[in-house]
């Protein structure tokens, strides 16, 4: 599977962005889709993941801002994030896995400013 992100960009603290990532391929129903973040100097770090059976978990920081929805039809994951602020602020990686086979689309950069 093929992975293509998009939606990100720059906007002030309080405001919203919402991010896509489009596989190619089949089967994409059954792959676990997470949305993950790396700021400079940090490691990546789990943001929210969807599950194939539709199970949702997010990361403390962003939970109750952060929506993350998928798209069997269109073969798309989004990340709908709300009240942004500057800690937010890093580059955003969509990824899939089933098993041991992991697949990461290229980052799409978010920048938060105060």
């Known amino acids: 599977v093929q992975l293509q992100a998009s939606g990100g960009g720059s906007v002030q603290a309080g405001g919203s962005l919402r991010l896509s990532c489009a596989a190619s391929?089949?089967?994409?129903?059954?792959?676990?889709m997470g949305w993950y973040r790396q700021a400079t100097g940090n490691e990546r770090e789990l943001v929210a993941s969807?599950?194939?059976?539709?199970?949702?978990k997010y990361a403390d920081s962003v939970k109750g801002r952060f929506t993350i929805s998928r798209d069997r039809a269109k073969k798309t994951v989004f990340l709908q994030m709300r009240s942004l602020k500057p800690e937010d602020t890093g580059t955003y990686y969509c990824?899939?896995?089933?098993?041991?086979?992991?697949?990461w689309g290229q980052g799409t950069q978010v920048t938060v400013s105060s």
């Open positions: 990824r899939a896995s089933i098993q041991i086979y992991i697949y």
């Open positions: 391929g089949s089967a994409f129903s059954i792959y676990d």
């Open positions: 969807i599950s194939s059976g539709g199970d949702i």
